[in-house]
């Protein structure tokens, strides 16, 4: 069994968002994003389907060019290689999880290319 916080040693990073694998699992791993106010993550694909939810504050979520806005409690499910964005409105928690054949570094990579 293995146990992690969402909330414990939060740091805004001050360029780009701030990644942390929390949990993983034979299924799933579990990613903390943590984003300030103004931070993006620019258009980019998943390779397998995800599900993110905003533990805390608020983002404009693009998906192939239409923005949804997300609040505090929201969840929203992507299948694979569907295109999506993220505009960081209020500092913000986001917890990703993705399949275990997916990669923290993919989503690295996405933040490292701002």
């Known amino acids: ?5 969402l909330t414990n040693d939060i740091i805004y990073k001050e360029g780009k968002p701030a990644i942390t694998v929390l949990l993983k699992n034979k299924g799933r ?11 993006k993550m620019e258009e980019h694909k998943a390779p397998y389907p995800i599900v993110i939810e905003i533990f805390e504050g608020l983002i404009d ?23 999506h964005d993220l505009t960081c409105l209020e500092n913000c928690i986001i917890r990703l999880s993705i399949s275990h ?14």
Do not use: P, Y
Request: net charge positive; no cysteine.
């Open 101 to 114: 054949l997916d990669t923290a570094q993919r989503v690295k990579n996405v933040v490292h290319q701002l």
């Open 29 to 39: 791993k579990e990613i903390r994003i943590v984003m300030r106010k103004g931070q």
């Open 1 to 5: 069994m293995e146990t992690a916080s």
């Open 61 to 83: 979520f693009g998906i192939r060019g239409e923005k949804k806005r997300l609040q505090k409690g929201d969840l929203i499910a992507l299948d694979e290689n569907i295109s």
